[in-house]
């Protein structure tokens, strides 16, 4: 390997290491930060309103940020690719798991469906259940990489710290299921222009979703299955979870009381569910670099 390669990964001689394919918004940003020290060194009493513009540059990306479904940043899976869609498949992502109390019974229900879902699995919680996520390997569904320790402030992270949660939870996954996560969800969605690089340094691409259920945050199932019945569409990827899930008013939880109709539903309508990964290799993508 090359002495490049063995550099950090988001530096090569000192110098910022960017991706082969650097976002229209991350190339304009990189243009106006050139602009802006050249109009300084030429204009230094500018300083004002050069500091102004610069402001306004960093909370378009701050917002861009807090996008769960932006792709300003770098792609972005907010819905399945158009070849799935023409073969009427959707897919199902379940997010914060392992959970020994919800995920077996969230797998039993798949089963009686005959429903393959995507779950994105926190790396320590998988690394504490190691055989509840090889057994959602084993029963045919998708682990993806949902961070190492689902760090609130993931979105604040810099370089370093973007890098050590998605390689830790690579390690993490790689070392339980045998299997490399080929998606990334971010904690909540939420990201900075960090992340892009990052995920092209692990091969990994991002998926968000088409719509979510808020089910973490409600325990009414019925409130939740109206959020979602919009997006029983063709290529539609749905989102909830089976870690920090609410209860309903019975104490069950949520996700479990969501799923059977929404199944129910799914079929009645002639759709399919396929993993993320099984929609990736259906389509036609090059590979990460």
Sequence with gaps: MSNMHREHPFTVSGLIRLPAALPALLRATLALHAALALTF????????????????????????????????????????????AARREIALTIDDGPDPEVTPAVLDLLDRHQVKATFFCIGEKARRYPD???????????????????????????????????????????????????????????????????????????????????????????VISRRLQPALRPGAI????????????????????????LLQQAAAAGLRFVTLTQALQTSAFPEQP
């Excluded at 190492?148 to 370093?160: D, T």
């Design 41 to 84: 060194l030429l204009q230094p009493r500018a300083w004002g309103w050069l500091l102004a513009v610069l402001a306004a540059n960093h909370a378009v990306l701050t917002l861009a940020g807090l996008w769960p479904r932006s792709t300003w940043l770098g792609e972005n899976w907010t819905a399945l690719p158009a070849g799935c």
């Design 132 to 222: 509840l996520c090889r057994d959602i390997v084993a029963r045919g569904h998708a682990v993806e990489n949902h961070s190492e320790r689902h760090r609130h402030n993931f979105s604040l992270l810099g370089p370093r710290g973007t890098m050590r949660e998605l390689q830790a939870a690579q390690d993490s996954l790689v070392a339980v299921t045998g299997r490399r996560p080929k998606f990334f969800r971010a904690p909540a969605g939420l990201r900075n222009p960090f992340l892009g690089p990052a995920l092209a340094r692990q091969g990994l691409r991002l998926a968000a979703w088409t719509r979510r259920g808020f089910d973490t945050r409600t325990g009414d199932a019925g």
């Design 238 to 261: 749905l989102l909830l979870h089976d870690g920090n899930c609410a209860r309903t008013a019975a104490g069950v939880p949520v996700i479990l009381a969501v799923l059977p109709g």
